[in-house]
T-cell receptor
Framework: AQSVTQLGSHVSVSEGALVLLRCNYSSSVPPYLFWYVQYPNQGLQLLLKYTTGATLVKGINGFEAEFKKSETSFHLTKPSAHMSDAAEYFC??????????FGTGTSLTVIP | NAGVTQTPKFRILKIGQSMTLQCTQDMNHNYMYWYRQDPGMGLKLIYYSVGAGITDKGEVPNGYNVSRSTTEDFPLRLELAAPSQTSVYFCASIRGKNSGNTIYFGEGSWLTVV
């Protein structure tokens, strides 16, 4: 069975500081990995995804994530936080391509 | 391009009432999903459909029903609403069973049962 663990339900960073949101997964087959962002009262929007190929994936708004198979991790980073990055972030895994398993989310607060 | 559209956005129900959450997508996607989102719990799959006429239960189907008469529409029916069904509901879709599909979400329906 697949599962996703997001360490830290709440993360606070200062504006301009590094953003690091952690995601670990379990999967019996090579996974497809996703990060989604949810702004207040909105649906989830894709930030980036890993399917195959290069393990460092770049997404929208300056975010990137690295797939590390040996660590079963797919952590999300951004070098410099902006106030507009404040949102809920979800990591998700898919093995079959049509079933998705989501983490419990990490709420990011950016302090001015 | 509208994508996935859900209605209503907000609804208050009394215990025991019934209602239908509507979902439609204009991307000709085969797979459609209903999730509920509760604080600190992430998204839980209620029902999904792999195509018109085919539906299947997800992780938390009790108290809900779905139908898929067309490719575009995937309504979620709540019968005899209970306070435990207070949640945010998201409809979503993907093109088909291909590796690495991006799942597209509607904007959500906030439901309160009182």
């Amino acid at each position: 069975a697949q599962s996703v663990t997001q360490l830290g339900s709440h993360v606070s960073v200062s504006e301009g500081a590094l953003v690091l949101l952690r995601c670990n997964y379990s999967s019996s087959v090579p996974p497809y990995l996703f990060w989604y962002v949810q702004y207040p009262n909105q649906g989830l929007q894709l930030l980036l995804k890993y399917t195959t190929g290069a393990t460092l994936v770049k997404g929208i708004n300056g975010f990137e994530a690295e797939f590390k198979k040996s660590e079963t991790s797919f952590h999300l980073t951004k070098p410099s936080a902006h106030m507009s990055d404040a949102a809920e972030y979800f990591c998700a895994v898919s093995d079959t391509g049509n079933q998705f398993y989501f983490g419990t989310g990490t709420s990011l607060t950016v302090i001015p | 391009n509208a994508g996935v559209t859900q209605t209503p956005k907000f609804r208050i129900l009394k215990i025991g009432q019934s209602m239908t959450l509507q979902c439609t997508q204009d991307m000709n996607h085969n797979y459609m999903y209903w999730y509920r989102q509760d604080p600190g719990m992430g998204l839980k799959l209620i029902y999904y459909s792999v195509g018109a006429g085919i539906t299947d239960k997800g992780e938390v189907p009790n108290g809900y029903n779905v139908s898929r008469s067309t490719t575009e529409d995937f309504p979620l029916r709540l019968e005899l609403a209970a306070p435990s069904q207070t949640s945010v509901y998201f409809c979503a879709s993907i093109r088909g069973k291909n590796s690495g599909n991006t799942i597209y979400f509607g904007e959500g329906s906030w439901l309160t049962v009182v």
